[in-house]
């Protein structure tokens, strides 16, 4: 009865359009007030509980490096060189924008920044050399999902608060899924190109590709600091952060010289609201997850699905449909907070690895962030490149189904994204 009472205020109030931390809350209080008899102040301490974790620190850090950096000019230093190495091949271009949407990806963890870095300046690049716009779209908006894999990554932070799970180790497992998803995207853009005959750039001499590559390794030290620092046990994933915001403002103001003072109160007003939205969602969210727990709703839910016995592959299935789905119509962090511990106890009974779950979880959370019909970063192409849903979305499918084939992989063969947390932590 409670479940189908808060479904039933949550899908209401979506529908009147009330953006996802109200339902959220809602939905915990018709719990807590309505059917459970707990004192009301339980709610505002789990919301507050929510938020303590020391883990949860680092989102507004890596928040606000991404924030300078996509101001800056690490993003075009970085296209710059990629392009001076492959952008004399066959499907270069297609390469160079899959690549710096990786490296930036290492740079910022945000994939909707990273639509708006690497977009703005390769989009009309590539249509000068050919490429349909509906390729470069899709190119650019589920390149941008390796963001989320490779380090730092917000849902990863998320995942591994909610679960208990170390963030480090999880920051290091996204590290061979996000090169696997990067080389097929790669394979496939050459493939694109050679079908459709797209002609190719000069090519540039080793001095212009040192001299690119010089440039460009003032920003490449993001991915050193955070997964380098991380795994020497130089520092936290917390303190990776702090570094990273540091390294970002020393880059763009002093080296780079590309911000100005007056441009760092726009920057962090712009952090402070995310953040904010962010935190309310966590907050939301661990109540609502107190609320389901108390009342032993993952295992009604689970238990009605069958999961309860079931073998540990078809529970990782039942895991990436549920969160792949789930993203096509939310946001991936309400979909983490809300999906994870319902999915907890089956997880731990059934003796699945935590971080290979949150893999998977990321994963499918960055899919759905990029498939019809609701996926954020649809909606981020669409307000940036002024283009209509339709041509945004016409060549998704071949990406689509390259990201669930390495879902499929990750299933079948864990170690794409265990070898290195084992490697690095035993």
Known sequence: MLAEVMISVMVVLLLLGFPMMIPLIAGSFVAFFIFMPIPPDIMIQQM?????????????????????????????????????????????????????????????????????????????????????????????????????????????????????????????????????????????????????????????????????????????????????????GIFSPTEAASVCVAYAFVLEFIIFRSLKWPDLFEIAKSTGLITAVVFILVGAGNAFSWAISFNQIPQEILGGLGLD????????VAISIAFFVG??????????????????????????????????????VAIGSATPPFGCDIFTAIAIFKRPYMDVIRGTPPFVLILLGVSIALIMFPQIALFLPQLAFG
């Not at 928040?63 to 101001?71: E, R, S, V």
């Not at 016995?309 to 990782?316: C, G, K, Q, R, Y």
């Not at 991936?332 to 731990?348: N, S």
Request: hydrophobic fraction near 55%; proline fraction near 6%; aromatic fraction near 8%.
């Open 48 to 232: 507050l509980g929510g938020i303590r974790p020391a883990a949860l620190v680092a989102v507004p850090m890596f928040i606000l490096a991404a924030d300078i950096i996509t101001k800056g000019h690490s993003a075009d230093r970085l296209i710059d060189m990629v392009m001076r190495y492959v952008g004399h091949v066959r499907g270069g271009l297609g390469v160079t924008a899959a690549t710096s949407c990786a490296l930036f990806g290492a740079v910022s963890g945000s994939t909707q920044a990273t639509v708006v870095a690497i977009g703005s300046p390769l989009r009309p690049r590539m249509l000068e050399g050919g490429y349909k716009d509906s390729f470069t779209l899709a190119l650019i908006v589920n390149a941008s999902d390796i963001a989320m894999l490779i380090p730092p990554s917000i849902a990863m932070i998320i995942y591994g608060v909610i679960s208990g799970t170390s963030i480090a180790e999880l920051f290091v497992a996204g590290v061979g899924p996000g090169l696997l998803i990067l080389s097929l995207f790669s394979a496939y853009c050459v493939f694109y190109a050679w079908r459709h005959n797209i002609p190719t750039e000069p090519k540039a001499s080793w001095k212009d590709r040192l001299t690119a590559t010089r440039e460009a390794a003032w920003p490449l030290g993001f991915p050193v600091i955070v997964v380098g620092g991380i795994y020497g």
């Open 309 to 316: 016995e079931a073998s540990a592959i078809m529970v990782l």
């Open 327 to 364: 993203c096509m119509f939310v946001d991936p962090i309400v979909v983490i907070l809300v999906l994870v511990p319902i999915f907890a106890p089956i997880v731990e009974s059934a003796g699945i690895d935590p971080v290979l779950v949150g893999v998977i979880i990321t994963l499918q």
